[in-house]
């Protein structure tokens, strides 16, 4: 009996150390383009996203909760928890986490032309 509750908490323990290594790598792998013509999402030299300025319908600020609710969008961020940037577009959006999230959304609202 001691010897599964060693392994659930070795497993436990190895997962929530791969979560923070996979995390990691992320954040410091996938980087947000601010493109003339669009916003691209790139993870290495990999395009993960694109959206034109003129297919943005609406840009949010999302608290962590929020992130976590069911929704159409692509999750491309780099946090589990923590505010994020909710883009919507016509079919499909996306939810980044930049590090700024407040100027960041107000970036992507002025090139979008959103008031």
Do not use: N
């Amino acid at each position: 009996m001691t010897t599964i509750i060693l392994i659930g908490l070795l497993g436990t323990v190895v997962l929530a150390v791969l979560t923070a290594v996979s995390l990691a790598l992320l954040h410091a792998f996938t980087r947000y383009h601010f493109e003339d013509s669009g916003i691209r999402v790139t993870l290495l030299s990999f395009t993960l996203w694109y959206c034109r300025w003129t297919e943005i319908r609406s840009v949010q600020v999302v608290s962590g909760w929020q992130i976590l609710r069911p929704s159409l969008t692509f999750r491309l961020g780099t946090k589990v928890f923590g505010p994020g940037v909710q883009i919507s577009r016509r079919y499909w959006g996306a939810i980044l986490t930049p590090s700024d999230p407040e100027e960041f959304a107000r970036e992507v609202r002025q090139r979008a032309m959103l008031h």
